[in-house]
């Protein structure tokens, strides 16, 4: 079944499947070693997970068979990285939570219904505190020019960017940033042409999901003469669990070098 509230998992899980990498690294941070049994093939972090758990498939290519020799007693999803149809299909089997994160605090919801749904509410809380510390020092930093116009691209051939509506929207706008394509939703695909009309002065090449290189930088200077161009690590843009820790530092980082 898909669990509507916490309270709907009336025990304490101790075979935990989660199908987000994000979470995994998450559930790793809250101290659940023994209790995660199954992960996805993009779980990289942390490594020795990556290494020694059992994978269950893609995100979006779940196997069902290596689900069921887990005998999972929770498993954990999240409603953009998962496929609607493979997550329904395991609710006729197994508990499922299911996630949905639009922004930070969505984020800090998550992290919450997590700490409840596995018995670490306490680490969970702690989690919490430190990463609104961390945002709380980006926002009192943030650049005290007028926001650049920035285009955040994950995807070439075609150019892809992210909207209004997304996760790295938010994380761009505490940065300081202006999404030129906040009014388009989820991950449109747009052309140099898109970018030259918005008044583009800031593009930002995420390592994830396409690998945006050096090269890549140079080939879009080149179109966009007027335009910065800088790769950034994707990870710190996009993980929405314990990365989040991590973030500040780095839009810190970038924040500064940049202006």
Not at 39 to 65: D, L, M, Q
Not at 213 to 225: D, M, R, W, Y
Not at 246 to 251: E, G, Q, V
């Amino acid at each position: 079944m898909i669990l509507q509230k916490t309270s709907d998992l009336n025990y304490i899980p101790k075979r935990i499947i989660s199908l987000v990498p994000s979470q995994t690294e998450l559930l790793h941070y809250l101290g659940l070693e023994p209790e995660t049994v199954g992960i996805t093939k993009f779980c990289v972090h942390p490594h020795v997970w990556f290494r020694t758990k059992t994978r269950v498939g893609g995100t979006k290519a779940i196997n069902i068979n290596s689900i069921n020799e887990l005998k999972p007693d929770l498993i954990i999803a999240n409603k953009e990285e998962n496929v609607k149809e493979q997550i329904e299909l395991l609710t006729k089997d197994y508990s499922v939570w299911v996630t949905d994160v639009n922004d930070l605090d969505d984020a800090l919801n998550m992290i919450t219904e997590i700490g409840e749904l596995t018995d670490k509410k306490s680490q969970a809380n702690s989690l919490i505190e430190k990463i609104n510390k961390g945002f709380e020092e980006i926002r009192q930093l943030k650049t005290q020019n007028s926001k650049p116009k920035t285009a955040y691209l994950i995807w070439r051939n075609p150019y892809m960017t992210i909207g209004g509506d997304t996760f790295i929207n938010d994380m761009i706008s505490r940065c300081g940033f202006e999404n030129v394509f906040a009014n388009r939703k989820r991950y449109p695909e747009i052309n140099i042409e898109d970018l030259q009309i918005a008044n583009c002065q800031l593009i930002l090449l995420s390592s994830e999901p396409y690998p945006f290189k050096q090269k890549h930088i140079e080939e879009l200077s080149g179109q966009l003469p007027n335009c910065k161009v800088v790769l950034v690590d994707g990870e710190m843009f996009s993980w929405y669990g314990s990365r989040l820790l991590l973030a500040p530092d780095y839009f810190k980082t970038l924040i500064s070098r940049l202006f």
